[in-house]
């Protein structure tokens, strides 16, 4: 069997308990290092074999997960976060399913949730924002126009942008164009849950000085938006007036 897991945004206990005992089982690994923290490995068994797959080409990881199949290993393919966001895991599971070989997912922890714990921050605040928008700038891998930063900016809901810490200059002149004022707050969070995490707090206007004072390039998650002010509305859960499935409120509305 092969299984996708997602390891989770850095910090070596942020793996799901599911996700750490397959590591604990598994045969082969084989584990994006660019992004993955190798401490994750530490429970591995000793003849566990691991690729690191920063160094190999989807044919090159295909081949390992084909032959361990073939031998009847347990294979687990370990992606940083959650492998549905940014994993490229659609591409592996279409060709495992071509070779008629079962595969399952182990989600994980996405790094803009750890950049949300990091930032002390609810992306969901009543009279605020009610949407999340996880989104990237265009690079080499490029985004539809449809989806463009300055096109979602116009929605002023939470945005996280992943991808896009070496392009912070034009990543605020998109937002600024799209409607966000140069004021909003924003923050960049490097490398959330790790031991060398920096949370850098700073406005759309500013991201770019902002990251390069700190020495950031990379690693980065870029959040903007005013839940990272400190006005909001009460819940209306936890509302005494407010009557849910659960409690009847100690008065009537209007």
């Known amino acids: 069997m092969i299984t996708f ?3 989770g ?11 750490q005992n397959l590591l604990k089982k598994a045969d082969i690994v084989i584990y ?42 347990e294979t687990v393919r370990l992606h940083t976060g959650d492998p549905c966001l940014y994993g490229a895991i659609r ?25 949300a ?3 002390h921050a609810e ?3 009543p ?13 080499r891998t490029p985004v539809p126009e449809r989806e463009s930063i300055r096109s979602f900016a116009a929605h002023q809901a939470t945005m996280t942008v992943f991808l896009s810490a070496g392009m912070l200059e034009k990543l605020s002149e998109e937002l600024i164009l799209g409607g966000y004022a140069p004021g909003t707050p924003a923050a960049v969070v490097y490398k959330a849950t790790w031991p060398d995490e920096k949370v850098l707090r700073c406005t759309v206007g500013t991201l770019a000085q902002t990251a390069e004072e700190a020495g950031v390039t990379k690693t980065a ?22 009557t849910t499935g659960f409690r009847k409120g100690d008065r009537t509305d209007g």
């Open 91 to 115: 591409e592996q599971m279409d060709a495992l399913e071509q070779r008629e070989i079962a595969y399952e997912v182990c989600p994980g922890v996405s790094s803009f949730c750890g950049a």
């Open 117 to 119: 714990s990091a930032l």
């Open 32 to 73: 994006a290092g660019s992004l993955v923290n190798p401490g994750l490995l530490s429970v591995c068994r000793e003849d566990c074999r691991i690729y690191n797959s920063a160094k190999m080409t989807l044919e090159e990881v295909l081949d390992v997960m084909v032959q361990g199949e073939a031998q009847g290993k």
């Open 221 to 242: 998650l870029i959040v903007v938006g005013r839940v990272l002010e400190g006005e909001y509305e009460r819940s209306k859960l936890y509302d005494p007036s407010f």
């Open 5 to 7: 897991v997602g390891a």
């Open 9 to 19: 945004p850095g910090a070596e206990d942020l793996i799901t308990v599911r996700g």
């Open 123 to 125: 992306y969901t605040l």
């Open 127 to 139: 009279g605020v924002s009610q949407s999340v928008v996880i989104t990237r700038m265009a690079g």
